[in-house]
């Protein structure tokens, strides 16, 4: 079966850009989330969707970050405007609705703001 | 919330040689615990999955145990090759609910030498 598929692989914006990544889950998971991972530490939790609704944002910083999976499938995650800080691989990982806790990764998008 | 501490963060080992990897857990209502696989600008792959259940699961060579009353648990590799070479990483969870947050350990870089 294919894998997740996530857009682009990486990124170099200017601090204070937007930028956007888009990721495609496998095909019959309902459940999407959104990891942060900075580099030499492990994956964080930023958003969970169960189909196009949000299960879990606790941890996304609202004022700069966005994210949407508006018909339950394919998930953007926006970032604007970024900061330095905000350098990291962004990872998409999807799951089976009654196997939340197993989750397949994409490639992730690394991000880099100069 | 849940905090998850992993140890060492680099090992070497020789081929053919055992290596283990430590994680101890802080909230005693996770019940899953998944060890991913790393390799440089990949994606974490899931290799092996323990949970409360069960005290160890064996996979060929791998091997994961756990100690509820100790909150830790470990992975074990036998017979180390070259291309076991990553970062591993450990992760706590809960299933049976509709929130998937894996919670990270910070990840062991592990280095095989021929």
């Known amino acids: 079966e294919a894998g997740v598929a996530q857009s682009p692989r990486y990124k170099i914006i200017e601090k204070r850009q937007s930028v956007a990544f888009w990721c495609n889950p496998i095909?019959?998971?309902?459940?999407l989330y959104w990891y942060q991972q900075i580099l030499g530490q492990g994956p964080k939790l930023l958003i969970q969707?169960?189909?196009?609704?949000?299960?879990?944002d606790s941890q996304l910083p609202k004022d700069r970050f966005s994210a949407e999976r508006l018909k339950g499938v394919d998930s953007t995650l926006k970032i604007q405007p970024a900061k330095l800080e905000d350098s990291a691989v962004y990872l998409c990982?999807?799951?089976?609705?009654?196997?939340?806790?197993?989750?397949?990764f994409g490639p992730g998008t690394r991000l880099l703001v100069l | 919330g849940e905090n998850v501490e992993q140890h060492p963060s680099t090992l070497s080992v020789q081929e053919g040689d055992s290596a283990v990897i430590k994680c101890t857990y802080s909230?005693?209502?996770?019940?899953?615990f998944p060890w991913y696989k790393q390799e440089l600008g990949k994606r974490p792959q899931l290799i092996i999955d323990?949970?409360?259940?069960?005290g160890e699961k064996k996979d060929q060579r791998i091997a994961v145990t756990l100690n509820k009353t100790a909150k830790h648990f470990s992975l074990h590799i036998t017979e180390t090759q070259p291309e076991d070479s990553a970062v591993y990483f450990c992760?706590?969870?809960?299933?049976?609910?509709?929130?998937?947050?894996?919670?990270f350990g910070k990840g062991t870089k592990l280095s095989v030498k021929p």
């Open positions: 323990i949970r409360s259940n069960v």
């Open positions: 969707f169960q189909n196009n609704g949000v299960v879990d």
């Open positions: 992760a706590a969870s809960m299933y049976g609910g509709s929130q998937g947050n894996l919670i």
């Open positions: 909230d005693s209502a996770s019940n899953y």
């Open positions: 095909s019959g998971h309902a459940t």
């Open positions: 990982a999807s799951s089976l609705a009654d196997r939340v806790e197993t989750q397949y």
